[in-house]
């Protein structure tokens, strides 16, 4: 087996500067009925392109990969949908941006996994594939051949990259694509990506979406190299009504054993996590004093961190979040519920031994 290229990522996705997310900032939007990138540059028209061009300008700038150096992260990975490079009206084109974010993270000696989470056809119905309900990715050869010609064109412009460390083909593709379908795309887009991006250089990383399609996609891809298996591991979806918030707060201590059984298979990392809470839990925090709240949320911050910390790298969602710091890591770093520093601390020199006390 091909040596990992590197150790393990620890960064965060910059989410909602070239895949427009709405509920990560609504000001975007303001103005228009427009709930996803797509109908937003509709409903804009002629002023979508400089709308839409000054925010990917300001949204994330070069001073955002200064600050994640300091903050001793070694990652970024960057969500961008297929018409950043192919242009499709309504949506607007500028490949530019991803150029740029490429030489600041060289710059600034971060490594950078590209994501596509928007590709042609829509792999889902969520907004965050750039086009609401649309979902027609898998129905018709021609999105499927697109997206194939977008990922070795991406993989090719790329090639010379020294930043670029790992390549997301689909981020949350919906499971009733079906996994016949998915492996298959999954061994094309191997092919055209290996044709210019060697495994001893960049990883290839594919989906297991949602957590439970672990034991379909983890390891479909044998014989090849450098294959890693993203998965999204959250704590605010689904009915967590009767735990308590302790018990709670220590769920990744049992999640820790039912995932080893897969890290001991092969590599994966987690491509999303966040520190928001389930509804219910939430609520019970938001009800004590304030000190013991800013303790138990550290606490779930680190826990979730100890976990992680055992995958090939980890990359919280997202970047910047307005009035939502839990999904924030500006925020959660502001008011301490993480880490202010990420770097793994030097080993110490032993000491030498006329130093040591007889």
Known sequence: MTPAPGPPLRGVKLGNWLLLEKWMAPRLF??????DEYSLSAALGPGAEH??????DTYITQADFAWLKRC???AVRIPFGYWLFDPDPPYVASP?????ALAWAQKYHLQVLLDLPGLPGAQGPEHHTGRAGHFQWHRDPRHLNRSLDLIEHLAQRYAGCPALRAFSVVNEPEPTVGRDFLVRFYEQAYDRVRQHLPA??????LAAYPEGEMPKYHGCLPGRQQVWTDVHLYQSFGDWSRWTLLDYLAYPLGRQSRLRVFLDQGPAIVGEWSLALAAPLEQQIQALPALRQELLRVMHGRMLLALFEEFQGWFFWSYRVEGRPQWSFRDAVARGWLPQHYADPAPAAPPALASIPV
Do not use: K
């Not at 303001?30 to 709930?35: I, N, S, V």
């Not at 001893?200 to 990383?205: A, G, L």
């Open 96 to 100: 530019r941006h991803l150029d740029m």
């Open 30 to 35: 303001d103005g228009t009925a427009a709930g």
């Open 200 to 205: 001893d250089r960049v990883s290839f990383v």
């Open 51 to 56: 709308h839409i061009l000054h925010h990917r």
């Open 72 to 74: 001793g992260l070694n």
